[in-house]
């Protein structure tokens, strides 16, 4: 993975823990109470020109939520995208070109009482 994958995580991490009021875990700790955000895989791809090394990086998140129903995933969701959607994020070493919302979705977990949200953002850097 290259730098700017690790400087646009923390960047997302930062954000993300200083707007909600739910935790944003990097590494879920075995028994966290839910609700929480969770950061999930990414994936970077070349998408540089003659003249930078830009790389586009698709960066996935999910909510856990054990509330009866779909509003606090639903809602969660919401937040998420309203926190980082077109946002100009700070990268270090790099310049965060463009954040966008790709998808996100919802749905029971296989226990039936979990919810299980998953959002995805597109990103585009370029190195400083």
């Known amino acids: 993975m290259s730098n700017a ?3 646009l995580q923390k960047a997302v991490y930062d954000t993300l823990a200083g707007m909600l009021t739910v935790p944003v875990y990097d590494d879920v700790p075995q028994g966290a109470a839910m ?3 969770a950061i999930g895989d990414s994936t970077i791809a070349p998408a540089g020109s003659k003249t930078d090394d830009g790389e586009d990086h698709s960066l996935t ?5 054990q509330y009866a129903g779909r509003r606090e995933t639903k809602e969660l969701l919401g937040q998420i995208k309203a926190a980082l959607h077109g946002r100009p994020l700070v990268l270090s070493g790099h ?3 463009r954040l966008r919302f790709d998808f996100a979705s919802d749905f029971a977990d296989v226990d039936e009482q979990t919810r299980h949200g998953v959002i995805r953002f597109a990103a585009l850097t370029n190195p400083d």
């Open 5 to 7: 994958s690790w400087e």
């Open 35 to 37: 609700p929480y955000v």
């Open 61 to 65: 998140l999910h909510v856990w939520s």
């Open 95 to 97: 310049a965060l070109v």
